[in-house]
Nanobody
């Protein structure tokens, strides 16, 4: 089992930056690919960014490419999502996810999930 705990969400204004974090426990963190997803009210959960087990290959949704950066610190068992130039449409609950094999862009490809952290961007 892997436990994931997100933090760092909050209320910001359009154009601001915010970094959310996800700390993992229970297994060797470096053995897991990690992903960030988000879900706004009434919408399906959507892929934001993913990072492989190693070397650190990354992928992003087109809507966040160039604004968001995913990174990981294996020594701290933590994955980060740095969000710049935030827009009101980025408002959602952000979830991190882990999987021992793939680092895909759909939710069913991930085995473990955190409880989410709310990010609200005001206009």
């Amino acid at each position: 089992q892997v436990q994931l705990v997100e933090s760092g969400g909050g209320l910001v204004q359009a154009g601001d930056s915010l970094r959310v974090s996800c700390v993992a426990s229970g297994r060797t963190f470096s053995n897991y690919a990690m992903g960030w997803f988000r879900q706004a009210p009434g919408n399906e959960r959507e892929f934001v960014a993913g990072i492989s087990r190693g070397p650190d290959n990354t992928r992003y949704a087109d809507s966040v490419k160039g604004r968001f950066t995913i990174s990981r610190d294996n020594a701290k068992s933590t994955v980060y999502l740095q969000m710049n130039s935030l827009k009101p449409e980025d408002t959602a609950v952000y979830y991190c996810a882990a999987d021992p094999t793939g680092w895909g862009s759909v939710p069913y490809e991930y085995t473990y999930w955190g409880q989410g952290t709310q990010v609200t961007v005001s206009s």
